[in-house]
């Protein structure tokens, strides 16, 4: 009994611990009890499809964009919370009566939040602290920075910084934008042929026929291929028990899907919505009428000139 | 011995080389950011919903109550066919009369979107050390959404896409002069949704 295995032995937590091992095992073993501590599952309980409506449509898609951005708070807040605080100054700036005029609970925050800001960029002077309280003194102190409706850059960036310190999402999001043409919008007397009857004129003007981004950006598990269509970067602080959390996602999800618009039509989707139609429609024509040859969409005003041309060509 | 390690040294570089070039590109790559053509006959959009019904289950030494996210979704499926794989074979003529072959109905968009979601306050709940956090909202819309599209094939959506698109290709054709046209279709094959293809 001198050797430390043995002394182990004789303390009362030693036979404490065998004895919960012992327990757990039993557990495992006899009761089949799942062991795990800590563990979190997520679960989809099955529910239905019901089918709400169904919608006829003569949409023809012939560009398609497959794009990548980055939405952010920032983006959505610029785009809401500072033109939604810049009309509430412009609204008490006009006011005789500042201190009486009714705000709604949305714009009582945002000047709310235009009081922390300012409060946080003074670093907590007690003479703005005191100034704040009262609307009129907001008005004074930002008067300097406030000139035809808009918020000078350092304020602006001031209250961004209160809006993102109460909540901040990013999101990477992947989508995809569709351009063509709607053929239920294409009258009659939209088409034309040339003299030689080579050519067809349509007037059509290419049209952005949809942007999504799902869930799922693909979802293929046969071929091993899963991308998200949205994914968090980055969180702080956004609570789904507030009341208005879905409506700010929404917005970041937003701004998301504006910037991948931007992106296809930067990247000249109408330009290539047009050609492809064009060149498709050649081709499905040339199968009914060999002898066209061509098919150009244009805009009212070609398209018009074009009726207007005398039949033998001379103007 | 300094030769060898030289040859050594180079066989490893061409073998390094050989392997990078073997890379196969991340699939990311290739389908983002991309502008490409398409002739896509859209003719019916069907649009469903769906309940989403999630619960997390979390255990923390023992079973915590579960929390529970409730919400009413829409999903816009937009079905058609694709007109750049008709070809010359799949059209005959005989003065006219017209006999068109198309490829089989698919589906052309796909929407799950996010503002037409609506969450149900009273029913999702966060609960003692289990919450209900903006990833868990996210990864059951990816659950419902994977849900949907693995029952596209089931839907039935094919009979009104066809019946719409053979009624627009044939009040397209009779515009042409055309005063009789079968239209038939390729048989159909389980419909999805594969955009990037």
Redesign the interface.
């Given at each position: 009994m001198s050797k430390p295995s043995a002394r182990i032995l004789c303390r009362p937590w030693a036979w404490a611990l065998a004895g919960l091992a012992a327990v757990l095992l039993l557990l495992k073993f006899a009761f089949h009890v799942?062991l795990?501590?800590?563990?979190?599952?997520?679960?989809?309980?099955?529910?239905?499809?019901?089918?709400?409506?169904?919608?006829?449509?003569?949409?023809?898609?012939?560009?398609?964009?497959?794009?990548?951005v980055i939405g952010t708070a920032r983006d959505y807040f610029s785009k809401t919370a500072v033109p939604a605080a810049e009309a509430v100054l412009s609204r008490l700036a006009a006011d005789p009566r500042p201190e009486d005029a009714v705000l709604s609970d949305e714009d009582r925050k945002i000047f709310d939040a235009l009081r922390a800001a300012l409060i946080r960029r003074s670093r907590l002077s007690a003479r703005v602290i005191d100034t704040v309280k009262s609307r009129t003194g907001v008005l004074s102190l930002v008067r300097p920075e406030f000139a035809n409706g808009r918020l000078g850059d350092e304020l602006r960036e001031a209250l961004l910084a209160v809006l993102l310190e109460r909540r901040d999402?990013a999101y990477l999001a992947?989508g995809?934008v569709?351009a063509?043409y709607n053929?239920a919008a294409v009258e009659e007397d939209r088409f034309l042929r040339s003299r030689d009857g080579k050519t067809v004129y349509l007037q059509m003007e290419p049209t952005i026929?949809?942007k999504?981004?799902?869930?799922?950006f693909?979802?293929?598990p046969a071929a091993n291929?899963q991308?998200?269509?949205?994914e968090?970067i980055a969180?702080s602080n956004?609570d789904?028990?507030e009341d208005d959390a879905?409506s700010f996602?929404?917005g970041v999800?937003?701004a998301c899907r504006q910037r991948l618009l931007e992106?296809?039509l930067k990247?000249?989707?109408e330009d290539?919505a047009r050609?492809?139609?064009e060149?498709?429609l050649a081709n499905?024509?040339k199968?009914?009428?060999p002898d066209i040859e061509a098919v150009r969409l244009v805009g009212r005003g070609e398209f018009e000139r074009r009726r207007a041309e005398p039949p033998d060509g001379r103007p | 011995m300094k030769a060898r390690r030289r040859i050594g040294l180079l066989g490893l570089g061409a073998l390094l080389a050989l392997q990078a070039g073997c890379l196969r590109p991340d699939p990311k790559a290739v389908l983002l950011n991309r502008l490409q053509g398409a002739a896509k006959l859209a003719t019916v959009k069907f649009t469903f919903n769906k309940i989403i019904w999630g619960e997390k289950e979390k255990r923390l030494f023992l079973k915590l109550q579960n929390a529970t996210f409730l919400a009413l979704t829409r999903v816009e499926i937009t079905a058609g066919i694709d007109l750049s794989r008709i070809k010359s074979g799949d059209v005959v003529l005989d003065g006219r009369r017209i006999r068109l072959k198309v490829p089989p109905v698919e589906v052309v968009a796909y929407a799950f979107p996010f503002e037409k979601i609506e969450v149900d306050r009273n029913y999702t709940a966060s609960r003692f050390l289990n919450p209900i956090r903006i990833e868990d909202v996210e990864e059951l819309l990816r659950q419902a959404d994977a849900d949907v599209r693995r029952s596209l094939p089931f839907l039935g959506l094919e009979k009104r896409t066809t019946d719409n698109t053979r009624a627009l290709l044939v009040r397209i054709l009779k515009k042409f002069g055309f005063d009789q046209v079968e239209i038939e279709f390729t048989p159909a094959v389980p419909l999805s949704f594969r955009s990037y293809e």
């Open positions: 799942d795990v501590l800590v563990q979190t599952k997520l679960v989809l309980r099955p529910t239905a499809l019901t089918l709400e409506d169904v919608r006829d449509l003569e949409f023809l898609v012939t560009a398609e964009y497959f794009g990548e999402i992947r995809i569709q063509g053929l026929l949809g999504a981004i799902n869930p799922w693909i979802y293929d291929l991308i998200k269509g949205f968090i969180e956004v789904l028990e879905f996602i929404n999800k937003e992106d296809a990247a000249g989707i290539r050609a492809s139609a060149q498709s499905l024509f199968m009914f009428q | -």
